[in-house]
């Protein structure tokens, strides 16, 4: 299993060439796959989050005529990873997505380190300047560069702690889902028949709506015509 800090030479304006750093990763994933039962599936990842110490930072559920779908986003600490994902995604043979990725912040890391230690020297040097001033002036001065200064200090400390972490925290998004099975034969054809027999039905009364004239036409001419029928068999009798 790849840990999320190893160690690897490196030199630092304050380390000597053979001093030992540590690595700063940072290790994301995402995996897919299709599930025969949510549920359990569901149960089997919260179970392995339990396990490892990890906390769940996202739960969300979907659902469409012909799938049921899970998305969990964990945040595991870095060196339980690898085994929660084999814990989680335990019986499953097929993914259709597994994508781990691993990023090296390490140099980031120290640059950010060693801007934040120049800052707090400057803000240092400012805060006995300040002692120094010798009118209101000055001091007025100097409180602005300390002001500014400790601006930046806090958006490198804001960053710093976002890196660390991230690096302490891996992150792993599991997407499940379930496949809807389609309804047997007889019901489907049953239900397109209803629906077929509705849809004709309306199309009947559409029709005579657009015919009705000749209808009528046609009823008075079988009216005229059994009413002269009948007054010929009235003569002949």
Do not use: C
């Amino acid at each position: 299993m790849e840990s999320s800090s190893q160690e690897i030479a490196a030199i630092t304006p304050d380390q000597k060439p053979n001093e030992v750093v540590e690595r700063k990763l940072i290790k994301e994933g995402t995996v897919e796959f299709e599930s025969d039962n949510l549920k359990t599936t569901r149960k089997t990842i919260f179970q392995s989050v339990h396990k490892y110490k990890a906390y769940v930072s996202s739960d969300r559920e979907f659902k469409s005529p012909d799938r049921k779908t899970n998305i969990v986003i964990i945040r595991v600490p870095s060196d339980n990873f690898d085994n929660l994902l084999k814990d989680a995604t335990l019986g499953i043979m097929n993914f259709d997505v597994k994508d781990i990725n691993v990023m090296d912040v390490t140099e980031e890391f120290l640059d950010i380190n060693a801007r934040l230690k120049t800052k707090k020297e400057l803000e240092a040097r400012y805060l006995n300047l300040i002692k120094q001033a010798k009118n209101i002036t000055e001091i007025l001065e100097i409180e602005k560069q300390i002001g500014q200064l400790r601006a930046d200090i806090e958006s490198v400390e804001g960053r710093l702690k976002y890196l660390q972490n991230n690096v302490s925290f891996s992150t792993l998004t599991i997407t499940s889902y379930q496949n809807i099975p389609d309804q047997n034969e007889f019901g489907e054809k049953f239900k397109n028949g209803f629906g077929n027999g509705w849809d004709n039905l309306i199309w009947f009364f559409v029709l005579l709506t657009n015919i009705w004239p000749f209808i009528i036409i046609v009823i008075l001419m079988f009216i005229g015509l059994r009413y002269h029928k009948n007054r010929k068999h009235k003569k002949l009798g």
